[in-house]
């Protein structure tokens, strides 16, 4: 029997396919009847993924789409189950090297917007919340996920690790380069003259 929960996300999944087709990205359900062509590649590996778009000069993206129960005027963040849920998200992303996101709707007035995340992102930044009603699950706050209104928007999710400045080396990076540096300089001769001997 379907929850009041399961009926709310088959809502938002075909909105966000409606969504998609707007915006003329191309994508392919995962679900519903549509689905079947694609459903053997995915068999072995379960998930809640609704969708896998594909988004120019980034790739494939697994999507599944959550609704979001807005209460007062302000989105006030969102909620993923722990357990299955999201070791089956990552598990899929581990499998098949394609990004796991989760969208999650949110009615403002006339239109739609998507708040996105990464499912390692929400898995590293969630805190961990338990109720009786609710079971145990990760609450992310809104300075977490990605603001979605326009399809332009999408840039929004990579713009953040493409703007990001280097990571410092490694400390045995840094070490290494040190031990190359102090290579006798015997050693580059020698290799050169052999190169020399081999023209």
Same mark, same amino acid.
């Given at each position: 029997?379907?929850?009041?929960?399961?009926?709310?996300?088959?809502?938002?999944?075909?909105?966000?396919?409606?969504?998609?087709?707007?915006?003329?990205?191309?994508?392919?359900? $995962?679900?519903?009847?549509? +689905?079947?062509?694609? @459903?053997?590649? #995915? !068999? /072995? &590996?379960?998930?809640?993924?609704?969708?896998?778009?594909?988004?120019?000069?980034?790739?494939?993206?697994?999507?599944?789409?959550?609704?979001?129960?807005?209460?007062?005027?302000?989105?006030?963040?969102?909620? $993923?189950?722990?357990?299955? +849920?999201?070791?089956? @998200?990552?598990? #899929? !992303? /581990? &499998?098949?090297?394609?990004?796991?996101?989760?969208?999650?709707?949110?009615?403002?007035?006339?239109?739609?917007?998507?708040?996105?995340?990464?499912?390692?992102?929400?898995?590293?930044?969630?805190?961990?919340?338990?109720?009786?009603?609710?079971?145990?699950?990760?609450?992310?706050?809104?300075?977490?996920?990605?603001?979605?209104?326009?399809?332009?928007?999408?840039?929004?999710?990579?713009?953040?690790?493409?703007?990001?400045?280097?990571?410092?080396?490694?400390?045995?990076?840094?070490?290494?380069?040190?031990?190359?540096?102090?290579?006798?300089?015997?050693?580059?001769?020698?290799?050169?003259?052999?190169?020399?001997?081999?023209?």
């Amino acid at each position: 029997m379907a929850t009041d929960a399961d009926i709310d996300r088959t809502g938002a999944s075909a909105a966000f396919g409606r969504w998609l087709q707007a915006g003329a990205l191309r994508h392919a359900a $995962l679900r519903g009847e549509h +689905a079947a062509a694609l @459903a053997s590649l #995915f !068999e /072995r &590996t379960p998930h809640g993924a609704d969708y896998l778009v594909l988004l120019d000069a980034i790739g494939l993206l697994a999507v599944e789409v959550q609704d979001y129960a807005q209460r007062g005027p302000e989105w006030k963040g969102s909620t $993923l189950k722990i357990g299955s +849920a999201i070791r089956h @998200a990552l598990a #899929f !992303e /581990r &499998t098949f090297r394609i990004p796991y996101w989760y969208a999650f709707r949110q009615r403002a007035h006339d239109e739609i917007v998507w708040h996105w995340i990464s499912a390692t992102r929400a898995f590293e930044v969630g805190k961990v919340r338990t109720t009786e009603r609710a079971g145990d699950f990760l609450s992310l706050q809104p300075q977490h996920l990605e603001r979605v209104a326009r399809h332009a928007d999408l840039v929004r999710l990579y713009a953040p690790r493409l703007l990001a400045p280097a990571p410092r080396r490694h400390r045995a990076d840094e070490a290494l380069a040190g031990c190359l540096e102090r290579r006798p300089a015997g050693i580059d001769a020698e290799a050169a003259g052999r190169s020399a001997e081999g023209t």
